[in-house]
């Protein structure tokens, strides 16, 4: 599963230097010096301010794909699957996403349930991306949903792997009290018939 993540998270980075997202775009977020001295947190910090501010325009919008990336590259310490599900739903929503960034968003959303994120109920909870990246004074109260979310292709996934590994655990954990329970009843009947046959 490692070798399949890997290989898609290649085929993204490229997919998104291609389609002119990110940080390759002569217009999008630059975080190639904090994130040149490895300093993801800086790198976020500036994505965060960008992603929030519907007037950032295009920035805005490849800061969240960006933002989604660095949360799923394995050398940040406080990346979090969850945040780039997110993130990539949130984006999914906007009116004027772009079909490359669409396609981009789609396959980070995916990676992040590989990655074990839950699912996404409600697309617009996540207030840190801002509700579209045009004609900021005319957003409406209740964003409309105009773009469903990639559904799983069933493969499973680290979140339901990590769930079945804690149900085992928890049946290995009740099989060991069960069997403590069984040897205290064992070791008192024994002594029960111990104290019968010295009174006979």
């Not at 773009?147 to 769930?163: C, F, I, Q, V, Y």
Request: hydrophobic share 40%; with cysteine.
């Amino acid at each position: 599963m490692r070798r399949r993540l890997t290989q898609r998270a290649s085929a993204l980075i490229a997919f998104l230097a291609l389609a002119g997202c990110g940080p390759v775009s002569s217009g999008g977020p630059d975080v190639a010096g904090p994130l040149g001295g490895g300093d993801f947190e800086a790198a976020t910090a500036d994505l965060r301010k960008q992603a929030a501010r519907c007037d950032s325009g295009e920035r805005g919008r490849e800061a969240v794909l960006v933002w989604a990336t660095l949360e799923l590259d394995l050398r940040n310490p406080a990346g979090s699957p969850d945040t780039a599900a997110r993130l990539t739903a949130a984006y999914l929503q906007l009116p004027d996403a772009t079909p490359a960034g669409v396609s981009a968003a789609e396959a980070l959303y995916l990676l992040a349930l590989d990655r074990g994120a839950s699912t996404v109920e409600d697309p617009w909870a996540f207030s840190a991306v801002a509700p579209r990246y045009s004609r900021c004074g005319q957003q409406s109260r209740y964003p409309v949903v105009v773009r469903d979310l990639p559904a799983h292709p069933g493969t499973p996934s680290l979140r339901e792997m990590n769930e079945v590994h804690k149900a085992l655990h928890l049946s290995r954990k009740q099989a060991d009290s069960l069997r403590a329970e069984l040897e205290r009843i064992r070791k008192l009947l024994q002594q029960s018939s111990g104290t019968r046959q010295d009174r006979s």
